[in-house]
């Protein structure tokens, strides 16, 4: 009797989050339900009037329920799958972090239609589906949920039938009020971080919008900007030169596969690393050697990717750590004619696209060097702009991290707001 009340009472513990809303914390634990018991498929098809919609991933995360347009869509939209506001839609493909689809719940006001590969399902409650979507976040959460239902298909097809999808199992509130009380806070969470996501982008439209007034725009005639500094105004046109002219395309001495590790002393960047964290490294010695002897950029002076993901502008900061050569390169700027300040601020803004039309893109040296630069030969009107982008960059900077952290926010009171699953 005894290791059966202690069963129980584990259990009890088990299914119950380590944080929980006052009026719920007395109330029974959560159950573990299959999705059939808390959604349902309502099946309903195109009318005709809706717009064809998608589930958008940035960088590998789940962005949000987008527009398409019917230009994106078949011929006939008629057997598309209706989405009424609230509803779960599971995508059934790959993408970015989610090898098995993903889970999403349309925040949209009105109905759309997505394709008929799409599952579309009605929660039992909106708090139910607010929770849903918050789950489903996590390329972990989908992973563990929907392993298990895979079933053997054609090469490359993820075969998870509706049914199927809906059989699965999560741990979840019985009581609908407290799924609704958690629905409502979790919604009032990502509508701050949306809220915060509207002034970044504001933010950054506004850099934009000031960078085609603070520089002479290509196809213009005149070198001088149409905004300019009070300072400055009357004090006659920019300049208009060739970076070639002014400045030399340098890279590093080549670095084999064979010298590098995946740790080490000194940071060795690709195209896929630069700005972020390193997966090779070189010996200390060998960097030393061949900072001594080659070419090697100085602080301050631009970097720039110019493969794969071309026309990445940084700065080089002075730290340890080398370049792959060829794919990474930097602008040589001894005279400092043009700030390198200035510079970053040109480069980072070149529609790269336009520099030539092969199928794969790429930057070459004669694109970089021919690049038209119009410039301001006063060194403090120069100093000026790059002050004012500066300042504006430090709020986007901060800006981003503050949705971050709400974000890191919200992952942290998921873990909280939902038992653990390996408790059980």
Avoid at 167 to 175: F, Q, R
Wanted: glycine share 8%.
């Amino acid at each position: 009797m005894s290791n059966e009340g202690e069963a129980m009472k584990k259990s009890k513990r088990a299914l119950t989050p380590k944080l929980r809303f006052p009026e719920f914390r007395d109330s029974p634990g959560w159950k573990e339900r299959p999705l059939s018991e808390v959604l349902s498929e309502h099946g309903l098809k195109s009318t005709g009037s809706e717009q064809v919609f998608s589930v958008s991933v940035h960088k590998g995360l789940v962005n949000q329920i987008k527009h398409l347009g019917r230009s994106f869509s078949a011929s006939s939209t008629d057997h598309y799958n209706r989405v009424l506001p609230g509803d779960v839609v599971y995508t059934k493909s790959p993408t970015g972090n989610f090898p098995l689809g993903i889970v999403k719940q349309s925040k949209l006001e009105f109905p759309v239609i997505v394709s008929p590969l799409y599952g579309v399902f009605s929660p039992e409650t909106t708090g139910l589906g607010v929770i849903l979507d918050a789950y489903f976040e996590s390329p972990a959460n989908a992973k563990t949920f929907l392993d298990p239902l895979v079933q053997k298909g054609a090469k490359n097809t993820i075969n998870i039938k509706n049914n199927r999808f809906l059989s699965g199992t999560l741990i979840l509130p019985v009581n609908k009020e407290e799924q609704c009380k958690i629905g409502d806070f979790l919604h009032s969470l990502d509508g701050l971080i949306a809220a915060e996501g509207r002034k970044l982008a504001a933010l950054r439209d506004h850099k934009r919008g000031l960078m085609q007034q603070l520089f002479p725009q290509p196809g213009q005639t005149q070198t001088q900007p149409r905004l300019r500094f009070p300072e400055f105004r009357g004090k006659g046109e920019w300049s208009e030169k060739t970076l070639g002219d002014i400045c030399e395309v340098l890279m590093c001495k080549r670095i084999f596969a064979s010298e590098t590790s995946p740790n080490g002393e000194v940071p060795f960047y690709k195209i896929g690393t630069l700005g972020g964290v390193p997966d090779a490294f070189i010996s200390k010695n060998l960097f030393e050697e061949y900072k001594l002897k080659y070419s090697f950029p100085r602080v301050g002076e631009v970097l720039i990717t110019c493969s794969g993901t071309i026309g990445k502008c940084l700065p080089y900061d002075g730290s340890k750590a080398y370049f792959q050569d060829s794919n990474i390169v930097w602008i040589d700027n001894p005279t400092l004619e043009v700030s390198n300040e200035f510079l970053l601020s040109i480069l980072s803004n070149v529609n790269w696209s336009r520099l030539n039309s092969t199928t794969i893109t790429r930057i070459y040296g004669p694109d970089l060097r021919g690049l038209p630069i119009k410039f301001p030969q006063n060194e403090k009107e120069q100093q000026r702009i790059t002050d004012c982008l500066s300042a504006l960059d430090t709020r986007i900077t901060a800006q981003t991290a503050k949705i971050e952290t709400l974000k890191q926010h919200k992952r942290g009171l998921m873990q909280q707001l939902f038992p653990a699953p390996e408790e059980r």
